[in-house]
T-cell receptor
Framework: DVKVTQSSRYLVKRTGEKVFLECVQD?????MFWYRQDPGLGLRLIYF???????EKGDIPEGYSVSREKKERFSLILESASTNQTSMYLC???????????FGPGTRLTVL | AQSVAQPEDQVNVAEGNPLTVKCTYS??????LFWYVQYPNRGLQFLLK??????LVKGSYGFEAEFNKSQTSFHLKKPSALVSDSALYFC???????????FGKGNQVVVIP
């Protein structure tokens, strides 16, 4: 079974802090994705990566950056957390072609 | 750009009755279509997908979905709902040649005992 793990299930940070969310997958997938999930808005794509050191902006990249130094790991960075970044963050991975994405359990981030 | 519409916020169904969750899509080329389920405080779990071939796709937990190109729909169905099917269901679509999925807003399914 594909396993996608995220570093924290719950995280509480203060406004202005730098926040790192880590995601690791163990199935040698080329593609990795970061989404945020908010009630009534569904899943919105923040960034994705289709190879090591490659990244592309999704629909809502403002306020976020990413890093992919190794194939199995994709990090989401909030340079200066704000209260409107309080959300559920979901990481996913997939093989290169038209395959389904596999999701991690999510990190519920609260910014105070 | 591709998009998905899930017109109902919540679907209520009695246990044992048929369950249908609706999805319509918009893409510029041939669609790749997916259904996912999310239980409380969990990530999304893959249920089934349509890539090509038979319009009726069977997936996990007794779910199936029917691809209808003329109506641009991909409705999720289950013949007999269980209380344990109560969850949030997401439809997603992907354009050919594109690694990105566009998700609908999700449907909350409530199965009443």
């Amino acid at each position: 079974d594909v396993k996608v793990t995220q570093s924290s299930r719950y995280l509480v940070k203060r406004t202005g802090e730098k926040v790192f969310l880590e995601c690791v997958q163990d199935m040698d997938h080329e593609n990795m994705f970061w989404y945020r999930q908010d009630p009534g808005l569904g899943l919105r794509l923040i960034y994705f990566s289709y190879d090591v050191k490659m990244k592309e902006k999704g629909d809502i990249p403002e306020g976020y950056s990413v890093s992919r130094e190794k194939k199995e790991r994709f990090s989401l960075i909030l340079e200066s957390a704000s209260t409107n970044q309080t959300s559920m963050y979901l990481c996913a991975s997939s093989k290169r072609r038209h395959n389904e994405q596999f999701f991690g359990p999510g990190t519920r981030l609260t910014v105070l | 750009a591709q998009s998905v519409a899930q017109p109902e916020d919540q679907v209520n169904v009695a246990e044992g009755n048929p369950l249908t969750v609706k999805c319509t899509y918009s893409v510029s080329g041939n669609p790749y279509l997916f259904w996912y389920v999310q239980y409380p405080n969990r990530g999304l779990q893959f249920l089934l997908k349509y890539i090509t071939g038979d319009n009726l796709v069977k997936g996990s937990y007794g779910f199936e979905a029917e691809f209808n190109k003329s109506q641009t729909s991909f409705h999720l169905k289950k013949p007999s709902a269980l209380v344990s099917d109560s969850a949030l269901y997401f439809c997603a679509v992907r354009d050919y040649g594109n690694n990105r999925l566009a998700f609908g807003k999700g449907n909350q399914v409530v199965v009443i005992p």
